[in-house]
T-cell receptor
């Protein structure tokens, strides 16, 4: 089973800054890794999915990378905006099972 | 597709009552997952199904919890009897067997008083 850790737990940045959220996982036999966004009181919105054979994925201002050997993934957000304020969750699954195991999330606040 | 559909959105019940949460996965998805989210423990996997068959139920907290998937388009999570510590948001998710990601429903917020 994947154990997923996210650092930092909370982050506050001024609008316009580029930022990096970190995620680490324990099983290098990863099947895939997915980043989600969760707004307060809401469900999970998928941001990016990286398969084990991929190194990174990009969508707009978001870029996610995957390094299986070091057990790490990063989510890069360019030119942050107040609307990016939310909790970002990293989740990984292993080849031995297809369930996603989640980190506790990084709570991001982008101030105007 | 309408996505993963969960009902009810909110449920308030008294301790000791039976609670049934419902989920309709995306058509064609052959994996279905039930998760529970609390402030203390985050998102925890309860159980998942493949082709309507339970594969891993090791996350089900105790015998009061049960889940079924009678067909490819419907699943239930039942708690009987409910307790205040079961209060949480319960999410259902589905995915296909290929390389697509997981899609989550909007969740059911359960409050047991």
């Amino acid at each position: 089973k994947q154990e997923v850790t996210q650092i930092p737990a909370a982050l506050s940045v001024p609008e316009g800054e580029n930022l990096v959220l970190n995620c680490s996982f324990t099983d290098s036999a990863i099947y895939n890794l997915q980043w989600f966004r969760q707004d307060p009181g809401k469900g999970l919105t998928s941001l990016l999915l990286i398969q084990s054979s991929q190194r990174e994925q990009t969508s707009g201002r978001l870029n996610a990378s995957l390094d299986k050997s070091s057990g790490r993934s990063t989510l890069y957000i360019a030119a942050s905006q107040p609307g990016d304020s939310a909790t970002y969750l990293c989740a990984a699954s292993s080849n031995s099972g297809y369930a996603l195991n989640f980190g506790k999330g990084t709570s991001l606040l982008v101030t105007p | 597709d309408a996505g993963v559909i969960q009902s009810p959105r909110h449920e308030v019940t008294e301790m000791g009552q039976e609670v049934t949460l419902r989920c309709k996965p995306i058509s064609g998805h052959d994996y279905l997952f039930w998760y529970r989210q609390t402030m203390m423990r985050g998102l925890e996997l309860l159980i998942y199904f493949n082709n309507n068959v339970p594969i891993d139920d090791s996350g089900m907290p105790e015998d009061r919890f049960s889940a079924k998937m009678p067909n490819a388009s419907f699943s239930t999570l039942k708690i009987q009897p409910s307790e205040p510590r079961d209060s949480a948001v319960y999410f259902c998710a589905s995915r296909d067997g290929g390389v697509a990601g997981y899609t989550f429903g909007s969740g059911t917020r359960l409050t047991v008083v």
